[in-house]
């Protein structure tokens, strides 16, 4: 699955960490995301897959129990629940 920010997410960037604010324009309350998931929302850009989103994660955090994917895949999941994201359409050219 490719995923995107949703179109109806404001986000702000803390400047000097890995920290972002989102807030859905339906929701009451912001999003704040930290550490690995400020770094998961960063990937999330319309083009890559969650397999590639796995594979550059991996190559930051070390995995050594192979809990990664499903921790990742949950993760996503929230996020499309509190549709933060959506799935992208991707048009070949």
């Not at 921790?71 to 996503?76: I, K, W």
């Not at 999941?77 to 050219?93: F, M, P």
């Amino acid at each position: 699955m490719i995923w995107q920010h949703s179109h109806h997410v404001a986000q702000v960037h803390a400047e000097g960490s890995n920290r972002v604010a989102l807030l859905h324009l339906d929701a009451i309350q912001p999003v704040i995301l930290e550490g690995t998931a400020a770094a998961i929302w960063g990937l999330i850009d319309g083009q890559r897959t969650e397999q590639t989103i796995l594979a550059e994660l991996g190559a930051c955090f070390e995995d050594k129990r192979g809990q990664m994917h499903g921790q990742v895949t949950g993760f996503l999941a929230n996020l499309k629940d509190q549709q933060l994201i959506e799935a992208a359409c991707v048009t070949s050219r």
